[in-house]
């Protein structure tokens, strides 16, 4: 949740300049659905065959471009190449060890070309083709672009696994989607550090049964890892293949044809495999991108977040690259080499458009902006956050010391589920409020209601839903539509419900009030009470475990874990050690509790259920409230003793 600071009720009204010149015109507001979409997408992809419908909206289930046929690879790579824009720089590729490092370089759109169609050549001799699904388990090193745009080139569906999560993830995901083929790495550089890829991966798929065939490593490090049967180094794979674009042409996609899936977090059960297919997310992605960034021929354009999350998937590779933009691709973390390495970057490749989330803009803050004197950052010309509420002290920091007291922020909220941004200030256009995303996109119809459906008012909290479909939404979940239904499209019988609390303020803004379900949101991640839970009772000595969030100043929440033990177990420091490293084991290091508390049992009504609301107080250090229901309520005494102390 957003904090009231001493910056509330400022504004800031555009840049008339900005409104002569922004991409996006506020008519565009005003525009019929079908018609505002139809015109982006002829004026924005080239299609294979033209499509005959905008929209079939059988509600829950959206077909966006029904009869279209086209190629996300090709509308990201080909035509930029055709269309004489071959030597513009899409990449500029910079290493864990920073811009002056000597393996920092430049990747054109005719170098991605050609990359694209090795790869995709070599994919082919493995057997991978359209309908083939791949999964993709990678950091953030070119070829995990490459390799999404090479299964897009093919029509083989990807699913990407967030370089930072477990083997057992990567093998879960991979089976569900039955993907033959892996492309992963032999190792991560983050932070100066080597760590483990490929043997995760190794880890995770020879535990059980997979559907996994073959994995293609990409050699990043060099190091001597295990090389298996299964397994062919992507340079021996590709050694022989073509590079030319003609040897291994765009196949030609139907507009609903799965692109990719992406799991995320629900609050209950496994994780939701996310279907977005061609035409809509391509489109959704592309105008978004230019008209909220408001990218121009020379923009350089940096997204600092991952290629595993689906900020990376929209806006690192397919938006951008749709758009001919040239990006920075940056392999590291914040703090390495240097504290000052983001604004090296900045400075070294004139970035003109950053995009990132608040927990990063938060460690920055706290590194100090001594670390910024002394670099030009004066290319800046427009700034975006994502993925967790912004505080508007931390806006106005972004504003004065990134964006140099004058660059617009765009405080964009979407979702895995959307595919795009649907709410977010629009350039030249919005009078902009520190901490709200304010507007919906054009097209969007959000509305706040509360729990029997009613809209509501003014400062007053309560549900968002979306009344009205848009391009890139997801289609459903894999393999599961009644899940696809019951979470989505089930609270309100008209409405997508989005699972976020929001509230309007006077003008008619809104503001996004966190999550309103088990999703708890550390660092901008997506992570659910069920998953950290399952992980932790599967540690021997765990009799029951309930996982809650806290806020954090650091990391925009936290995760609390309250566990009780089997028999006489006590809860040492070294078994908390040991869960924690339990719950990295099986999902990720990320997914590592904050917070570990100990207790003979959890509290329980009579009827057995964990109060989870007590637990949620407790986190969060609130009033408890009413706990005459429980059964023994000296437990909770216990483990406040314990958050106390
Ligand atoms: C949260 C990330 C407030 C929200 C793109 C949403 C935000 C969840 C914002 C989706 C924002 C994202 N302001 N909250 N600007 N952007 N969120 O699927 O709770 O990783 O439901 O997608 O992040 O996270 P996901």
């Known amino acids: 949740m957003s904090e009231q600071t001493a910056t509330e009720g400022k504004t800031y009204p555009p840049d008339p300049e900005l409104s002569k010149t922004a991409n996006v015109r506020p008519e565009m507001k005003e525009q019929d659905l079908r018609e505002f979409w139809d015109e982006q997408a002829k004026a924005r992809l080239d299609w294979f065959e033209d499509y005959d419908e905008v929209l079939d909206w059988q509600l829950p289930y959206a077909k966006w471009f029904v009869g279209g046929k086209l190629n996300a690879c090709y509308n990201c790579v080909d035509r930029h190449v055709e269309g004489g824009k071959g030597d513009k720089v899409a990449l500029h590729v910079v290493p864990d060890d920073g811009p002056d490092s000597s393996e920092a370089r430049d990747i054109t759109f005719s170098d991605l070309q050609r990359e694209v169609v090795k790869m995709a050549n070599g994919l082919k001799e493995l057997g991978v083709g359209k309908g083939v699904p791949v999964g993709i388990y990678m950091q953030m090193i070119p070829e995990a672009v490459v390799a999404m745009l090479a299964c897009a080139r093919l029509g083989a569906p990807h699913t990407v696994v967030f370089g930072g999560f477990s083997g057992k993830a990567v093998a879960e995901r991979c089976n569900d989607l039955e993907c033959k083929v892996l492309i992963t790495q032999d190792e991560a550089m983050r932070g100066g550090k080597a760590g483990a890829q490929k043997t995760n991966a190794d880890e995770g798929l020879d535990a059980g049964p997979t559907t996994v065939e073959k994995i293609v490593v990409v050699r990043r490090t060099g190091a001597d890892i295990p090389m298996n049967d299964r397994d062919v180094y992507l340079h021996d794979l590709t050694a022989n293949v073509s590079d030319d674009p003609q040897s291994c042409p765009c196949e030609p996609m139907d507009s609903e044809d799965l692109l990719f899936l992406l799991y ?55 938006g951008p690259l749709a758009n001919a933009c040239t990006s920075v691709l940056f392999e590291g973390v914040p703090g390495y080499p240097g504290k000052d390495v983001w604004w090296k970057i900045i400075d070294k490749y004139g970035v003109t458009i950053l995009y990132t989330s608040p927990t990063a803009i938060k460690s920055h803050m706290k590194a100090g902006e001594q670390h910024i004197e002394g670099h030009d950052l004066s290319s800046i010309k427009m700034l975006g956050s994502v993925g967790e509420p912004i505080n508007p002290d931390v806006w106005e920091w972004y504003r004065e010391h990134i964006g140099g007291g004058k660059a617009p922020i765009m405080d964009t909220w979407w979702q895995t589920e959307t595919g795009h941004i649907l709410i977010t200030p629009l350039p030249g256009i919005t009078t902009l409020k520190p901490g709200m995303a304010q507007q919906p996109f054009p097209g969007v119809r959000p509305e706040i209601r509360d729990d029997e459906g009613n809209q509501l008012g003014v400062e007053q909290t309560g549900n968002l839903v979306l009344t009205q479909p848009w391009p890139g939404m997801m289609r459903t979940l894999y393999k599961d539509d009644e899940r696809f239904k019951d979470t989505y499209w089930s609270k309100y019988s008209d409405a997508y419900f989005a699972g976020d609390g929001a509230k309007y303020d006077a003008d008619g803004d809104i503001q996004l009030m966190g999550r309103i379900d088990d999703v708890v949101n550390v660092s901008g991640h997506r992570l659910s009470t069920f998953e950290v839970e399952s992980a932790l009772v599967e540690h021997a000595d765990v009799a029951e475990a309930a996982v809650a969030a806290r806020k954090d100043d650091d990391t925009g929440q936290a995760i609390v874990a309250f566990v009780s033990l089997k028999g006489d177990k006590q809860g040492t420091e070294e078994l908390e050690q040991a869960l924690r490293e339990q719950v990295a084991q099986s999902i990720g290091k990320l997914a590592r509790p904050a917070t570990v508390i100990f207790s003979s049992d959890l509290p329980k009504t009579r009827s057995g259920k964990i109060m989870r ?28 003793k314990q958050m106390n102390g």
Not at 282 to 293: I, K
């Open 264 to 318: 995320t977090s629900g609050s209950t059960g496994k994780p939701k495999g996310v279907v977005h297919t061609t035409a809509g997310y391509l489109l959704g992605v592309t105008t978004t991108h230019n008209l909220v960034f408001d990218v121009k021929d020379d923009s350089v354009y940096w997204c600092a977040a991952d290629i595993g999350w689906i900020t990376g998937h929209s806006y690192i590779t397919y």
């Open 613 to 640: 609301r007590l637990l949620k107080n407790l986190a969060e250090g609130e009033e408890l409230g009413d706990t005459s229901t429980l059964v023994d309520p000296s437990v909770v005494e216990q483990m406040q």
